[in-house]
Structures are given as C-alpha cells and as structure tokens.
C-alpha cells in the first residue's frame, strides 16, 4: 500500500482543486463503508503550502502506512481492505479494520502523539455508519503547531510561520525517522 516518492507530482493545487479532492475523498469514504461495514481508518499527510502531492509527503505517507500495519498487528485487528492512492490533496489510504471503532481512534491518537512523524499524519477514524471520530469525541485538545506549540489552526490563519520553514522541520522530523526506521 506504500506510494513511490519519484512518482510524485509536485501540481501546486489550487483552492478549488483541493474542495473538489476533499469531496471525493468523502464520496470514497462512503462508498468504502457501504461495502466494508466496518470501522474505516482513513489516512493523509498534513502538507502546508500549495504542493500536496511531493516526495516528501510519499515518504511521510509510507512510515504512516507501515505505522498503521503494526498497529493493527499488535492489537489483533484483522485488516479488510486496503488501498492508497495519490490524489491532487496528497496521499491518501483507506484501511477497513475489524475493530471497535472506538478503540481504533484512541489507538490512532496515541500513534499520532507518541510517533516521530505522529504530527504529520491525519488519521480519521470512520464508524460503519459514516460518523467521524475526532479528537473532541474525547475531550482533546486541538492539535498543536508542528513548530511553536500554539494551536495549529491559529497559526496556519495567522500565517505565523514560513512554508519553508514548515517544509524543512518535515524534512528533519523525516531524516531522523529514516535513520531511526532503517530497515
């Protein structure tokens, strides 16, 4: 389910290119779910700035995939279904899970905290009947900025920091989990 980074296609997405690929995103979703009635974890790469779909964000995308797999692996879910795909918003997978939905999203959350590139993952938890799971759904603060602690939203709006300064925290959060990764 891992994507190749040398396939990249490094499109700066526009505003509305990027709507539309999140509708289709959520059209998928509930197409999965009607026929996978069970827990869906959907997956993405959080990636600031135009560019979605980069070396960077495979590279990303693929230590969450290998992330989510043991995971699962160690709590005894079985895995349905999988499937990835690069879509004009960035990577993208889906993994349908037999699981309590519930404890899947706590799992996730604790995975998004605990794991080196933990804050760059977006792991949405989708119950059989199509409801998301959020952070709020347990009395969880927002996520926090990747480079000063404040509330991610915030910061993003206010553009408090550089893209370039976002892109390269990424790349060192990234480097030190390849070296500590290595296979």
């Not at 709507?19 to 790469?45: G, M, N, Y």
């Not at 998004?112 to 603060?141: K, Q, Y």
Request: hydrophobic residues 45%.
């Amino acid at each position: 389910m891992h994507l190749l980074p040398e396939q990249a296609t490094r499109h700066a997405v526009s505003i509305p290119e990027l709507l539309a690929s999140r509708d289709e995103r959520q059209a998928r979703q509930h197409a999965w779910l009607k026929r996978h009635p069970i827990p869906l974890v959907s997956f993405t790469v959080v990636a600031p700035g135009p560019i979605k779909d980069s070396a960077l964000t495979r590279r990303l995308f693929n230590h969450g995939v290998t992330a989510l797999y043991a995971l699962a692996e160690t709590a005894g879910w079985l895995i349905r279904e999988q499937a990835a795909l690069a879509s004009a918003s960035g990577p993208e997978g889906m993994i349908s899970i037999e699981a309590p939905a519930r404890d899947i999203k706590l799992a996730t959350i604790e995975l998004e905290h605990n794991h080196p590139l933990g804050r760059l993952w977006d792991i949405d938890v989708l119950t059989p009947g199509g409801e998301i799971l959020s952070r709020r759904h347990f009395a969880l603060p927002a996520r926090r900025c990747l480079l000063c602690g404040q509330s991610a939203a915030a910061c993003a709006r206010g553009k408090t920091h550089t893209l370039s300064d976002l892109l390269n925290h990424m790349e060192a959060l990234l480097h030190a989990a390849d070296s500590r990764y290595a296979r």
